[in-house]
């Protein structure tokens, strides 16, 4: 334990350090610098403005459930009297919450009342909120969305004097837990610009090429946008058709190839195939005006390019994840279209998309931030500095899954004042990318708010208006069942508006735990059907579910697009020198 002459030193310290980020605030905001909160909070209030609008006018919905919440609320402290006189025991959650799973939550009588009222107050909230009439879809679903984030935040177990556990570790260590802590929230702040972004794991435990995004290659091309990888062969003979990789890049590439345990990379390098990945670039201002076009151009079709200079294989298969699914699709429809002899489909003999969408009339909570209004304050700002900062992406996608991504690490990094523990996904997930502002821009419009990509001349690339009907490539699409990102529903009627032979597999988990699920872990499974019927309901009523990871089912698809064996491929020994080590330099660049 910290000796009080020693704590004083230590208090003093973190007041000067807070004292100079307030300072450092007031300067920023004094300087008129851009800036853009994401959630937007006009966007707040006019969703809440509207809501009670509603609730004036037809105040009966709302009344009848008050009415039900001090009913119910009776009878849980009628509950808890009989716990505290007679002794009866604790009626169990109906819905098990992992925020309350230590055992101080059920066995002491106070924080037990404590947290059956939060849970009865929380559902009866949101429940209110949601059975409003009169609302239009965007509007009800932004307001549900915030007041979920709001019931979040406002759980007992985010503050020291209704949690528990947070309670027991400042009795038994003497308030250093939260000296430590906020010691913690000042290296946050200090280390995001006074933005609070609790650190999710420990950022010095990993280094790229070393104990993450290890497998051995090199680097054989690099442009504006992208640096190509090529990786070096584990077996004596490999597959004679390249395989492509084509990450999203609105996150880095090493997702798939964090550990060598749970690398799909290195499996595929393992598997006999030439693989082959881009590494996009941290965008900052000088690529301000690249757009979607440009990630088509200087991306997949110079990879093309550059993959035949290296093997000598004008035909690849091609794999993409997420948005680099987006691009991969809207690549194979402009090659359908543009009718340019460099670029003929059959180039790419089979397509893989992982959590792709297509079709985005579905895009699940992501579309809380997509209207004209945020969208309009998202362009001024990247107007003026020419990107969307990482930051702001990665705020978003916490806010969808906020008590796993924010309040967890509040209560262990703040209350606890622990260090939270080295983790590789978590790493990556901290590892934010910019947005250009053109493609972003782009993309935000025409795809999420317009939704016009899937409509035939929809979307105009490189001065060609394609239409995805025209893709003739086979395709295998896999989605997982619970994607906050990429809903699967939306992902198949995506599939099914390519009219070469499709494969739709639907695994579990979620956008990243399904993707990323080696055959050795053996979790999850998926599900597959042969049949593309109208609704994502019917195929999955006619599916059949199988055991083990995805990754096998589509090792089987592919076969007939890889070729024959041919000898080993060493990247650097084709027309292509080697230019560095992978992961390459693109993929080091921080924000």
């Known amino acids: 334990m910290t000796e009080p002459h020693d704590r004083l030193t230590q208090l003093s310290e973190l007041a000067a350090r807070w004292q100079k980020l307030m300072q450092d605030k007031l300067q920023q905001q004094a300087s008129g610098a851009p800036q853009v909160q994401i959630p937007d909070p006009q966007s707040v209030q006019h969703a809440f403005e509207a809501l009670w609008r509603v609730v004036l006018e037809k105040p009966e919905p709302i009344l009848r459930a008050q009415m039900q919440f001090w009913m119910d609320y009776a009878e849980m402290a009628q509950a808890a009297m009989r716990q505290f006189w007679l002794g009866e025991p604790a009626q169990p959650a109906a819905q098990p919450d992992k925020r309350f799973k230590d055992e101080l939550w059920v066995n002491n009588q106070v924080f037990g009342f404590v947290k059956q009222a939060y849970l009865l107050a929380s559902r009866h909230i949101q429940d209110s909120v949601a059975g409003v009439d009169g609302l239009d879809e965007h509007t009800a679903q932004r307001v549900q969305f915030y007041t979920r984030q709001f019931v979040d935040a406002m759980a007992p177990t985010n503050f020291l004097a209704t949690n528990p556990v947070a309670l027991k570790a400042t009795l038994e260590s003497g308030g250093e837990n939260l000296i430590k802590g906020f010691g913690h929230l000042l290296e946050d ?170 079709d985005f009339s579905e895009p699940g909570e992501l579309g809380v931030f997509i209207d004209e209004e945020q969208l ?20 978003v996608f916490n806010l969808l899954r906020e008590n796993d ?99 739709f597999v639907l695994g579990g988990s979620g956008h990243i735990a399904g993707i990323v699920n080696p055959p050795s872990a053996n979790k999850y499974g998926y599900a597959t059907n042969a049949a593309l019927p109208e609704t994502p309901q019917q195929w999955l009523a006619g599916s059949s579910a199988h055991e083990g990871s995805w990754w096998l089912d589509w090792a089987l698809w592919v076969q007939p697009y890889q070729g024959k064996p041919v000898a080993a491929r060493q990247p650097g020994a084709g027309e292509l020198p080697a230019i560095e080590d992978a992961p390459g330099s693109y993929v080091k660049a921080k924000l």
């Not at 198949?492 to 070469?500: N, P, V």
């Open 376 to 395: 309009g304050s998202l362009d001024a700002y990247m107007e003026e500095k020419g990107y969307l900062e990482g930051h702001q992406m990665a705020g």
């Open 405 to 503: 991504l924010i309040w967890s690490f509040v209560i262990n990094n703040y209350l606890l004042g622990r260090e939270p523990m080295p983790f590789d996904l978590l790493y990556w997930n901290c590892d934010s990318t910019r947005m250009p502002a053109a493609m972003h821009r782009f993309y935000l419009r025409k795809m999420y708010l317009e939704n016009v990509l899937k409509d035939p001349g929809g979307v105009t690339l490189a001065g060609v208006p394609i239409d995805m009907r025209a893709i003739k490539t086979p395709a295998y699409f896999i989605s997982a069942r619970e994607d906050h990102i990429a809903p699967w529903q939306s992902t198949y009627a995506g599939a099914r508006l390519l009219q070469g032979p499709v494969r």
């Open 189 to 358: 702040l200090e280390r995001n610009g006074g933005r609070m972004m609790p650190r999710m794991t420990d950022l010095d435990a990993f280094t790229l090429g070393e104990n993450v995004a290890m497998t051995p290659g090199k680097v054989v091309f690099q442009n504006e946008l992208m640096q190509l990888i090529q990786y070096a062969p584990l077996t004596d003979k490999v597959h004679k058709t390249p395989l492509l990789v084509v990450p999203p890049w609105i996150n880095k590439f090493y997702i798939l190839d964090l550990k060598p345990k749970n690398s799909l990379i290195r499996w595929l390098v393992e598997q006999g195939h030439s693989v082959f990945v881009i590494s996009w670039v941290n965008p900052d201002g000088r690529h301000r005006d690249k757009g979607f076009e440009h990630y088509m151009t200087e991306g997949t079709l110079a990879a093309l390019d550059a993959i035949q200079a290296a093997t000598g294989e004008k035909q690849i298969n091609a794999a993409a994840y997420c948005i680099g699914g987006t691009l991969l699709s809207a690549t194979l429809a402009w090659m359908a279209a543009a009718k340019d002899k460099r670029y003929p489909p059959s180039r790419i003999k089979s397509a893989a998309f992982f959590t792709t969408m297509i």
